[in-house]
């Protein structure tokens, strides 16, 4: 018989660290649903025990998982505990420093209970090749929701480790996605982002494909938007550019294009070549798509000559967004080798020339799209003030009395400012 003082024994509190992309955010949320010995707290500073999902796409993403562990030394007696990519990279070595309790793969979240309560330190990488399994059906603080579809990659770009501590691509079960989604549509969710390492890579080994799931996932009933995480431009399929006319996706694509100079293209031994992704991103934008690119500047061998290559190339893309990163070194990558290395300096000024140029462009779209918003409000950021995504993923500031946060409202009324929309309502 259970007496009431162990039934109502005060559960152990642990606090989510998730650093890095989406694949994390996703990963920390499953960590979440499976727990069920403990409890979740928003506050670090309550916490008994603390899960610390990490990233090691750049050395810098390591540096910032040490100096986080660092300052939960100094203020805090909770347990540490390492997953994520970093966990294949530092993982070993924080463990034997003594700086962490425990570290395990992604693959072994969902024993998140067992793992928390080992006693002795331990080291559990888990499996590469482990396809999720896990159903996620709330997103706390969210009115998105982020849907893992696919995990790993099969590209070798130089600079990327991600391959090597993410795996090759391989695809989540169909049914799986679409129970998800049917559940979260239940809960109220309206917009899904299918995320994963290569998004685009879904259902390559297994006789289907990302514009295949898409259509399915449109017909779950209460799904109002779908929104691709980020895609590679070869990915475009002709099966693909069957979808683009549909209601349900969202008007912009963000496009991974990394850099516009063929020259550098190969350097990185990417799969895309310039001259094709201009003409795709012409016919996208022909289309009415906004569209936006991941960027990395500083890549070694990114000389003058190069580089004005690259400027010349992005004035002539419709872009409208720009994800643009400086090159970080990451050991053991073919790029870690290469030289000359570009100065950090020099990489920033570059980076701030594109995102200049791309902003303008942004502006430029916003001014000449003349139709209602559709925006999406995703939280309050002040006194009776919110923000929101529109369907070409633009953002907008509106002032309201009324709490808004997770409604779909269409506005045609409000100002167009550099760098944002603004309206009242
Ligand atoms: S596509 Fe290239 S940059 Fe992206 S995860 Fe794969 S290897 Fe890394």
């Known amino acids: 018989m ?21 694949t994390n955010l996703y990963d920390s949320q499953a960590m979440i649903g499976a727990l069920k010995d403990y409890e979740v707290t928003l ?80 080291y559990d990488p888990g499996d590469l090749n482990y396809i999720d399994e896990a159903i996620v059906d709330d997103f706390i603080g969210k009115s998105r929701a982020f849907i893992k579809i696919q995990e790993g990659c099969d590209f070798r770009c130089s600079y990327c480790i991600i391959p090597f ?21 239940l809960n109220g969710f309206g917009e899904f982002i299918l995320s994963g390492t290569n998004v685009g890579s879904y259902g390559k080994n297994t006789n289907t494909s990302i514009a295949k799931l898409m259509k399915k996932i449109s017909q779950i009933r209460g799904v109002r938007r779908i929104r691709l995480g980020s895609i590679e431009p070869i990915q475009i399929t002709d099966e693909f550019k069957e979808v683009l006319d549909e209601s349900w996706l969202e008007k912009h694509l963000h496009i991974a294009l990394q850099h516009t100079s063929p020259t550098m293209l190969k350097l990185m031994n990417r799969r895309n070549i310039y001259n094709q992704d201009r003409e795709l991103f012409e016919f996208l934008s022909d289309k ?52 000359p290395e570009i100065n950090g300096k020099l990489a920033k000024t570059r980076l701030h020339e594109i995102q200049n140029i791309v902003d303008e462009k942004n502006y430029n779209f916003r001014k000449n799209f003349n139709l209602p918003l559709e925006v ?41 400012q550099k760098g944002n929309n603004y309206a009242q309502l």
């Open 2 to 22: 259970c007496n009431e003082k162990s039934a109502f024994k005060m559960k152990s509190k642990v606090y989510f660290k998730t650093f890095g992309c989406r």
């Open 376 to 416: 999406l409000i995703e939280n309050k950021i002040d006194q009776n003030l919110y923000q929101g995504f529109d369907q070409h993923f633009n953002r907008i500031i509106i002032q309201s009395n009324e709490d808004l946060v997770g409604n779909w409202v269409n506005i045609s009324n409000y100002e167009i």
């Open 288 to 339: 009415g798509f906004a569209i936006g690119t991941d960027f990395i500047t500083g890549h070694p061998g990114e000389n003058e000559v190069i580089w004005d290559e690259a400027i010349k190339n992005i004035q002539q893309l419709p872009l409208t967004h720009l994800h643009a990163f400086t090159y970080s070194k990451r050991d053991n990558t073919p790029s870690s080798i290469m030289r």
């Open 43 to 122: 506050d670090e500073t309550q916490a008994d025990l603390i899960v610390l999902n990490s990233c090691t796409v750049t050395n810098g993403a390591d540096t910032h998982v040490r100096s986080y562990i660092s300052q939960i030394e100094k203020k805090s007696n909770a347990k540490l505990f390492l997953t994520g990519c970093g966990a294949h990279t530092k993982g070993e070595s924080l463990l034997k420093e003594g700086r962490i309790h425990g570290v395990f793969g992604q693959s072994e979240k969902l024993k998140i209970d067992t793992l928390l309560s080992k006693e002795k330190p331990f």
């Open 165 to 185: 501590v993410r795996g090759d691509a391989r695809s989540i079960n169909e049914n799986k996605i679409l129970e998800q989604i049917t559940r979260l549509a």
